[in-house]
């Protein structure tokens, strides 16, 4: 008996039982299926800087109002403090040129001319003193001593000022080695003159003709810088301080546009605050105003009535100093010396003077219309009076010289009463009390300019804070509406 197989029925009669299903053939090893791959992990973001993110908080503060009002608050704060910052820094500016005009380069300027003027004089006096010859007297040598030492001294005071400045150490540097030569000649000059030698009248045109083309042409290089350096310190103190002003009127906008603002949103009309900040500018901007408008025109008077004054009446003595050397020099050489003007000789000297006076008569023309008071006129009138009379004096002279009276000539020069000297000493007397009174006014004008800007710069600074102190209080205010 047939069983079926366990678990399935009995194949039906004449079937064919099933095959088993084939298994593939295996080559090789088996290669395992590769893992399927993971995407790629994002790069990191970029990391913000600190400016970026505080770009960010401004825009995000901007667009509410206490935002926009802590902006607004600070930037007028910042302007406030930045206008009174440039105002102080620029006033201290021009009150230290101030300072320095009256205490520095118009004293280096005078003592420049003064070293001019002392080296005119020591040449003056030594011809003065070679045509007394044996009888030389005591004022004669003095005055050439004299002019020497101030000269000398005038050097060192020059040099000490000039620092390491090559334009002006190198005149001094000159002068210094050229006095000695220069005095090495005088005293060859005279001692051969005391003992009649007529080579004592070489050394003596030597030693002008060392002073004329030399060593005051170097005195007046240093008298030249001296001035420039004037005209600089001028040009500083009376600059107008145009940042600070600038400043000073865009803060003012700022602020009124401010409250503008302000009313508009709450029809407030004033905010205490912003009021006083505006009032201390104000008041900065106007003090800035008034007080360099004071400077300048107190300045500007120093200059007109005191500088300008002082040159000419400088140059108009020393043209009489010049002109006394040459007029002295005329009898020492006899004629040595001559040259040729409109095709016809004359004596050099005599002819160097007379262009001498014209220079005076031109400069004493000036210094009286200069002259803004009747105590600066007076003198230089003196000066023209006794300069007049000394031409008048000259011509005398050189005509007794033309006709052989050496010894009368020499008398209408250097003698006593109604002598040419007494006019030259005249001149000389008057114009040393023109400088004096000159000098008083420019001190008197330059000083009033320099007080003008006396507390500014310390007022400056206190109102800058106040402004600033009002704003940041009037923006505060107005933000303690909003917590």
């Known amino acids: 008996m047939t069983r079926p197989t366990a678990g399935g029925a009995a194949p039906a009669p004449g079937t064919a039982p099933s095959a088993l299903p084939s298994v ?15 995407p790629a992990a994002p790069p990191p973001a970029p990391r913000r800087t600190a400016f970026a993110e505080g770009v960010d908080r401004l825009r995000a503060a901007a667009v509410t109002e206490p935002g926009r009002l802590r902006l607004v608050g600070a930037l007028l704060a910042v302007l406030v403090v930045a206008f009174g910052a440039v105002t102080a820094w620029q006033t201290a500016e021009r009150s230290a040129a101030a300072e320095d005009v009256l205490t520095r380069s118009q004293p280096l300027s005078s003592g420049a001319a003064a070293v001019y003027r002392s080296l005119a004089d020591a040449n003056t006096a030594a011809s003065s003193a070679f045509l007394a010859g044996g009888e030389e007297n005591e004022a004669a040598r003095e005055g050439y001593e ?66 004329q083309k030399e060593m005051l042409p170097a005195a007046e290089e240093l008298y030249e810088k001296e001035n420039r350096r004037l005209d600089a310190d001028y040009a500083d103190a009376r600059a107008h301080p145009w940042a600070a002003i600038g400043l000073g009127l865009l803060a003012l906008g700022a602020l009124g546009w401010a409250q503008h603002r302000e009313y508009r949103r709450t029809h407030r009309v004033l905010n205490r605050g912003l009021v006083t900040a505006t009032a201390a500018t104000a008041a900065v901007l106007l003090w800035l105003a008034a007080g360099q408008g004071l400077a300048r025109a107190g300045l500007g008077d120093s200059y007109d009535h005191g500088i300008r004054s002082l040159n000419v009446l400088h140059d108009a003595r020393i043209a009489s100093l010049k002109a006394r050397a040459n007029e002295n020099l005329t009898l020492v050489s006899r004629g040595a010396e001559t040259t040729t003007v409109d095709g016809e000789p004359r004596d050099a ?135």
Request: proline share 5%; net charge positive; charged share 25%.
């Open 24 to 38: 593939p053939a295996q080559s090789g090893p088996r290669t395992p299926s590769p893992a399927p791959s993971r």
């Open 349 to 483: 000297y005599d002819h160097a003077f007379e262009q001498n006076m014209k220079a005076l008569g031109t400069g004493l023309a000036e210094a009286r219309r200069l002259a803004d008071d009747e105590a600066g006129k007076r003198p230089v009138t003196a000066a023209e009076g006794d300069m007049a009379e000394w031409r008048r004096r000259h011509a005398a002279a050189r005509a007794q010289d033309e006709n052989g009276d050496y010894r009368r000539a020499l008398d209408l020069v250097i003698g006593g009463k109604g002598a040419t000297a007494e006019c030259f000493d005249g001149v000389d007397a008057s114009l040393a009390t023109a400088l004096a009174h000159e000098t008083r006014q420019f001190r008197e004008a330059a000083d009033g300019g320099r007080k003008a800007l006396s507390g500014l710069v310390a007022g400056a600074g206190v109102l800058a804070a106040l402004g600033a102190t009002g704003v940041l209080l009037g923006i505060g205010r107005r933000l303690s509406e909003y917590r």
């Open 146 to 211: 004299k002019g020497v030492r101030a000269a000398a001294e005038g050097l060192v005071a020059a040099a000490a000022a000039s620092g390491s400045d090559p334009s002006a150490t190198e005149p001094v540097t000159r002068l210094n080695r050229l006095l000695p030569e220069y005095k090495g000649l005088v005293e060859r000059a005279r001692t051969y003159n005391r003992q009649g030698y007529p080579v004592g009248g070489a050394y003596l045109r030597y030693a002008d003709e060392k002073m």
